[in-house]
């Protein structure tokens, strides 16, 4: 069981925007921004997208964006392409003798 | 270029012993915190275990903690995990992950080695 809540899968056209949320607790994301997002595709390491809610890594496209609104996280896909096909992970500080959360995963279907 | 390059890894049974290195490069490793991701076969990420720069500061999953030991030689820019009362849940990919400086780094994974597979199996 993880930490974090996310939809277990997402689907878009290319092209479409798409929305991940990120649901946790005030212990967590409602308490702290320090949010992370990661994209992994099958077989490769994860890769850090968005960090502190809303900050992109050098070279991470500007299509990605993070945001927050109480205890619920989001990651934001615009124009999306099918390279972007891949499982999405959201992590968080959390208040807790286990400080670092991970969600469950979300699979990105690109149509 | 940050290289990091994880190894170690392999068949152990329960209740064993595994000791997993990480090799790393392109950075000034004594300076940054490093971590352990680990991901059970076709399941999610899980936050294993991170080390301060200095390696005196050390935090564990609840679901390690006692059992697994982080530590890391900064003259010889090696991070480690020492695994001991292995169980079959342990069985996962480990990743090696450097931490970024500022705010809220210490939870942030910003490079990832390829991973190393640990099975623990009898």
């Known amino acids: 069981q993880s930490a974090l809540t996310q939809p277990a899968s997402v689907s878009g056209s290319p092209g479409q925007s798409i929305t991940i949320s990120c649901t946790g607790t005030s212990s967590d994301i409602g308490g702290y921004n320090y949010v992370s997002w990661y994209q992994q595709h099958p077989g490769k390491a994860p890769k850090l997208m968005i960090y502190?809610?809303?900050n992109r890594p050098s070279g991470v496209s500007t299509r990605f964006s993070g945001s927050k609104s109480g205890n619920t996280a989001s990651l934001t896909i615009s124009g999306l392409q099918a390279e972007d096909e891949a499982d999405y992970y959201c992590?968080?500080?959390?208040?807790?003798?286990?400080?670092?959360?991970f969600g469950g995963g979300t699979k990105l279907t690109v149509l | 270029e940050v290289q990091l390059l994880e190894s170690g890894g392999g068949l152990v049974q329960p209740g064993g012993s595994l000791r997993l290195s990480c090799a790393a490069s392109g950075f000034t490793f004594s300076a940054y915190a490093m971590s352990w991701v680990r991901q059970a076969p076709g399941k999610g990420l899980e936050w294993v275990s991170t080390i301060s720069g200095s390696g005196g500061d050390t935090y564990y999953a609840d679901s390690v903690r006692g059992r697994f030991t982080i530590s890391r030689d900064n003259s010889k820019n090696t991070l480690s995990l020492q695994m001991n009362s292995l169980r079959p849940e342990d069985t996962a990919i480990y990743y090696c992950?450097?931490?970024?400086?500022?705010?809220?780094?210490?939870?942030?994974?910003?490079?990832w080695g390829p991973g190393t597979l640990v099975t623990v199996s009898s």
């Open positions: 502190n809610v809303s």
């Open positions: 992950a450097k931490c970024p400086l500022g705010p809220g780094g210490t939870v942030v994974f910003d490079y």
């Open positions: 992590t968080s500080y959390r208040r807790s003798s286990t400080r670092v959360g």
